[in-house]
């Protein structure tokens, strides 16, 4: 949490240079901005039981609560998901980000968030040197990269990135978390199947997939930038 306070803090510096606040990420009208963020969860949250539910009858097992779940572990995975999305956010889709789409244009800036989102979680999910896996999720973390930069530009808010972010992780990590570390865990029996790895990722990625492909259409079919450009 020292990180990301200390990345606010070079941000609102830097900015005051430029003779500009934090709003530049979209932070007021609050009323409006805290919708979007539960928007973004929502949508997000949708998904992920969706993608589960998929899951657990595809593989014949399913989801049950989990009686050694506390609170304690609850809100120490609360803040831990909640940390990482904005230190993530922060670098990606920050005032770096900001400034290459002032200086590069949308696209271009887009496409660096995105791309340097995807090489970060080879590093992330310590898979350096495991090249299947490596091709795999710079494909779908940098396609997740492309949707939350473009909410941002599109929108003129980094909450709705935030709110999608956090509500896949806080999902994926706390309430289905295939571990059994989870508020659910998975049941398993004896017809429960191990899914070859085509038709795990057919189930467990495409839907993910096919959202953010939705999203950054109907992002760039229907809204212009909202970060305005100029030559240095």
């Known amino acids: 949490m020292i990180v ?17 606040s934090l709003n530049v990420f979209g932070l007021t009208p609050v009323a409006k901005r805290l919708f979007q963020l539960a928007l973004g969860l929502l949508l997000a949250a949708i998904l992920s039981i969706f993608v589960n539910v998929l899951f657990a009858q595809t593989a014949n097992f399913s989801w049950a609560l989990n009686r050694e779940y506390d609170s304690d572990r609850f809100f120490r995975a609360l803040y831990s998901t909640w940390n990482s999305v904005l230190y993530e956010e922060l670098i990606f889709r920050g005032y770096i980000f900001y400034r290459l789409v002032r200086l590069l ?22 898979i350096l040197g495991n090249y299947p896996m490596m091709i795999w ?43 059994g570390n989870g508020f659910l865990k998975p049941i398993v029996s004896d017809q429960t199947e191990r899914l070859n790895q085509i038709t795990g990722f057919l189930v467990t990625s495409v839907p993910a997939i096919i959202f953010a492909l939705v999203a950054i259409l109907y992002l760039t079919r229907t809204r212009n930038s909202q970060i305005p450009t100029y030559s240095p």
Request: proline fraction near 0%; hydrophobic fraction near 50%; aromatic fraction near 20%.
């Open 137 to 179: 999720i710079f494909l779908f973390t940098g396609l997740w990269g492309l949707m939350f930069a473009y909410s941002y530009t599109r929108t003129g808010t980094i909450l709705i990135a935030i709110g999608l972010h956090w509500g896949w992780n806080f999902m994926d990590q706390i309430v289905f978390n295939r571990n």
């Open 4 to 20: 990301n306070v200390g990345l606010v803090v070079l941000s609102w510096i830097l900015l005051r240079f430029e003779k500009k």
């Open 105 to 126: 244009g949308e696209h271009k800036g887009v496409i660096i968030s995105s791309v340097a989102f995807g090489v970060y979680h080879w590093f992330s999910y310590e």
